[in-house]
């Protein structure tokens, strides 16, 4: 007989809910309070014990990949004197994270319940208009309702912690970056790292500042590559002259892109912008890396290794099985650490960004707007408050059908398709929205390159938006890609 689910049928009547308490649903509430008078009811909801969103469990050696000033809720500042170029640490976003929170708290009457899900939301008509009911479950089984004016899904890319993997070898210690001890860092045991993207770089780093004796191999698929940090985000005075301003390579990048020509075109991006510790790799996931972390990374590792781990078995010593049929051996006692994650995973149904009755918003990646979900609730806020969301044209893009393509078509697919909504954004927000965007990785720079870079992107914008749309409907049209101007 099924347990028994305790339910509370109150309904509680808000303004404004918001699913997510992390740094996509922070901004999606910094950008509602300039819409909502002081005397707003307003309730946040998260699953996790406090805000945060996936800071609240990273690994302890995380570090952010960009300045620290850019990541941020609206426009926030870090309440901290750190040069500019500084790469916080997990905890230090966290924290920065839940000092946004405490100076928003004060804007509205801001109600906060953690471990706490939400089951499904749903919208209703009424004598007063249309409304949202969102059904939660509490940790302890408890289940309510309520209903708010408006309510935003802001729970992002919403991605798993990583695990250790599954793998039959009793010869080796099968772990994940958060099951790494400060032992397991300072010893010299030999390690496998799976997976070359930012979390396999940063085990990769840490594990050579534990002891630079171990043996550390990489598996990198089928290798990642990174943005050149030196070169977008150049420091001291050469920011006044030097450095790739986002727009501008962007602009460049999709420009070439035709949708058959997604090789050619990422190799432009790769020699001209990206760096790797092998100049190997066809997967860009929007990270940066430096060119003295690259080096340490090429000199600190043993090998690279390019493939897929199907399994580790025993034998005289473990064999890491690939899923091509190759194989090695690797030292007993290797720790394997898993660095791969799913940044696609996503609900099993496509969500509508906007409701039919225009009351719920979700940011979603089955109907992604801008591949960074922070600047989709930045922006989608304010459209949302603004009612002009459902006569923008914006094109919804499922990264469901993303799943299983080339991965430098899956880049620049993704690019084409955020660059042309920010160009429409441009069309259609108020000039405002955009100078309190913190997230706008072009603050970076000199306040006189980045009017002249935002002068020269309004002046194309129509040409931008024309290419980007005829790319956009034609893989849409041959089944390449779901992605259509559709937000029901």
């Known amino acids: 007989m099924p347990a028994q689910t305790n339910v509370d049928n109150t309904e509680d009547i808000y303004d404004l809910c918001i699913i997510g308490a992390g740094i996509s649903g922070l901004n999606a509430l910094y950008s509602a309070l300039h819409y909502l008078p002081q005397s707003a009811r307003v309730l946040l909801v998260d699953r996790k014990p406090t805000s945060g969103g996936m800071w609240t469990q ?51 009457r801001l109600t906060e319940r953690y471990e706490t899900d939400c089951l499904r939301i749903e919208e209703i008509e009424t004598t007063l208009g249309a409304r949202a009911v969102v059904h939660l479950e509490r940790q302890d089984g408890t289940r309510s309702k309520i209903t708010a004016s408006r309510a935003i899904h802001a729970a992002g890319w919403d991605v798993p912690p990583i695990k250790p993997l599954n793998i039959t070898s009793q010869q080796i210690i099968s772990t994940c970056p958060m099951g790494l001890s400060e032992v397991d860092i300072k010893s010299n045991s030999p390690a496998l790292i799976i997976g070359g993207g930012k979390t396999g770089m940063d085990t990769a780093l840490a594990l050579m500042d534990g002891d630079n ?71 860009y ?96 806020t304010h459209a949302f408050f603004l009612n002009v969301l459902r006569t923008m044209p914006l094109y919804v893009l499922d990264m469901d059908s993303l799943k299983g393509k080339q991965p430098q078509f899956y880049f620049l697919t993704c690019l084409t398709h955020s660059f042309h909504n920010m160009m429409v954004f441009m069309n259609h927000l108020p000039l405002p929205v955009f100078s309190r965007c913190g997230l706008d990785i072009n603050r970076w720079f000199p306040l006189h390159r980045r009017l002249i870079s935002f002068a020269r992107i309004k002046l194309r914008k129509h040409s931008y938006i024309g290419h980007s749309r005829a790319v956009l409907d034609r893989l849409h049209s041959d089944g390449s890609i779901s992605c259509q101007q559709d937000f029901d």
């Open 58 to 108: 990273t690994y302890d050696y995380v570090r952010l990949h960009q300045p620290h000033q850019m990541f941020t809720v609206g426009d926030l500042e870090w309440l901290w004197d750190k040069p500019p170029e500084y790469l916080a640490t997990g905890s230090e976003v966290l924290e920065h994270l839940q000092s946004c929170l405490d100076r928003m708290r004060c804007k509205v």
């Open 213 to 283: 004796r171990r043996e550390i191999t990489l598996l990198n698929g089928k290798g990642a590559i990174f943005g050149n940090r030196d070169r977008m985000f150049p420091t001291g005075a050469k920011r006044w002259w030097q450095g790739e301003m986002v727009g501008s390579l962007s602009a460049d990048v999709v420009g070439r892109f035709n949708g058959d020509n997604a090789l050619s075109t990422f190799e432009h991006f790769r020699s001209r912008y990206a760096i790797s510790p092998d100049m190997h790799g066809a997967q």
């Open 285 to 380: 996931m929007f990270s940066t890396m430096s060119g003295a972390e690259s080096e340490r990374l090429s000199q600190g590792l043993t090998s690279i290794r390019h493939g897929y781990l199907e399994d580790v078995t025993d034998g005289p010593s473990p064999v890491a099985i690939l899923r091509d049929g190759t194989s090695f051996s690797i030292p007993r006692d290797t720790l394997v650490v898993n660095c791969t994650g799913h940044f696609a995973a996503s609900s099993d149904k496509r969500p509508a960004v906007l409701s039919p009755m225009g009351t719920i918003l979700h940011i979603n990646p089955r109907a992604s707007i801008y591949f960074l979900s922070t600047s989709a609730s930045y922006f989608l």
